[in-house]
């Protein structure tokens, strides 16, 4: 699965932070200096846990706070110059893929209020908590420049469990900021969605939207894939992954998902298959959990099946394979 992200200016404008542990995570500096150079995503996840790791456990939230359009390119400019928050937003949701493959971002109306929500497609990244606080800052801050002023946010939810000390995420978002969440979001009044800077430019935005969907159908093409290996992660642990339940979480019949893979070249149980495995290690490595609860995370209904899967896996057992780290 090839998902990537785009370096744009992000790199070059906040390259004391992330410079010093390139190597590290096996970048060059030419990240620093190439605004279109492509890397994986998983590296720019881990390159921003590791420097918030030694420098500032807040760094995703402290990079976010001072985005600016042209840190994430064509699509940060194509944001600011929507008529008004809700074109905003579509735009977001629609052409996220131009700058970053893995990343998910969902718009929804409820009972008079917007919520916006953030995830990553792949299931085997456990360590994400800078990324999520760096997305919904970000997303907050573009859209205040689109709005022209300050949303006035009701809540923020994240994924990961509460850090210690939240006075930086109070200090940013202003409102009620929770966590364990189902997905890292924000909400806010439905009326928001009218809100303009009053300084968009219609003509650029038109062409930029042109450029996008040209650049859309290029870095589009694992989307079926990112899609399915997300629902099947999240389905692992009810022991339901079959074809029938993803296609129903898909809105499509089992023979539209069918054709669908076929014309992808996508072998449905290999995926399941290489899914369980790639999550399993991500588990094993994480020391928070016990290989009991990683047998059922996996869906696994006796822990002598997760043995022997694994051992097929890696030629060691998971006990044994956990004490190499």
């Given at each position: 699965m090839k998902q990537t992200i785009l370096s744009e200016k992000l790199f070059t404008d906040f390259s004391n932070y992330f410079e010093?542990?390139?190597?590290?995570?096996?970048l060059t500096k030419a990240v620093l200096k190439d605004p279109s150079y492509e890397f994986p995503e998983r590296k720019f996840v881990e390159l921003l846990e590791l420097a918030a790791n030694i420098?500032?456990?807040?760094?995703?939230?402290?990079?976010?706070?001072?985005?600016?359009?042209?840190?994430?390119?064509?699509?940060?400019?194509?944001?600011?110059?929507?008529?008004?928050?809700?074109?905003?937003?579509?735009?977001?949701v629609n052409y996220i893929v131009t700058y970053s493959h893995f990343s998910h971002i969902q718009f929804a109306q409820r009972e008079?209020?917007?919520?916006?929500?953030?995830?990553?497609?792949?299931?085997?990244?456990?360590?994400?908590r800078q990324d999520a606080e760096f997305a919904i800052a970000t997303i907050y801050q573009i859209l205040n420049q689109c709005a022209g002023q300050e949303i006035q946010l009701t809540a923020v939810e994240f994924e990961h469990d509460k850090p210690s000390n939240i006075s930086t995420h109070k200090s940013i978002f202003k409102c009620?900021?929770?966590?364990?969440?189902?997905?890292?979001?924000?909400?806010?009044?439905?009326?928001?969605?009218?809100?303009?800077?009053?300084?968009?430019?219609s003509r650029l935005f038109n062409i930029l939207?042109?450029?996008?969907?040209?650049?859309?159908?290029?870095?589009?093409?694992?989307?079926?894939?990112?899609?399915?290996?997300?629902?099947?992660?999240?389905?692992?642990?009810?022991?339901?992954?079959?074809?029938?339940?993803i296609s129903k979480l898909l809105g499509c019949s089992v023979r539209t998902l069918q054709r669908r893979l076929d014309d992808k070249g996508i072998d449905y149980s290999f995926l399941l298959n290489d899914i369980r495995q790639k999550l399993a290690i991500s588990y094993i490595k994480d020391t928070r959990f016990?290989?009991?609860?990683?047998?059922?995370?996996?869906?696994?209904?006796?822990?002598?099946?997760?043995?022997?899967?694994?051992?097929?896996?890696?030629?060691?057992?998971?006990?044994?394979?956990?004490?190499?780290?």
């Open positions: 010093p542990f390139l190597q590290e995570v096996g420098e500032n456990n807040d760094l995703g939230l402290k990079i976010g706070n001072q985005i600016l359009p042209e840190h994430i390119g064509a699509l940060g400019h194509a944001i600011v110059n929507a008529g008004n928050l809700k074109q905003a937003i579509e735009t977001a008079g209020k917007v919520e916006i929500s953030y995830q990553i497609s792949d299931p085997t990244i456990l360590q994400k009620p900021v929770r966590f364990n969440a189902a997905k890292s979001k924000l909400t806010f009044p439905v009326a928001a969605l009218q809100l303009s800077s009053g300084n968009n430019d939207i042109s450029h996008l969907d040209n650049e859309k159908k290029i870095r589009d093409v694992s989307q079926l894939k990112d899609q399915l290996s997300f629902l099947i992660a999240s389905q692992l642990h009810t022991g339901d992954v079959s074809i029938n339940n016990t290989l009991i609860d990683i047998s059922n995370k996996l869906g696994y209904k006796e822990s002598s099946s997760f043995t022997r899967a694994f051992k097929r896996w890696t030629g060691m057992t998971p006990k044994k394979y956990r004490q190499t780290f």
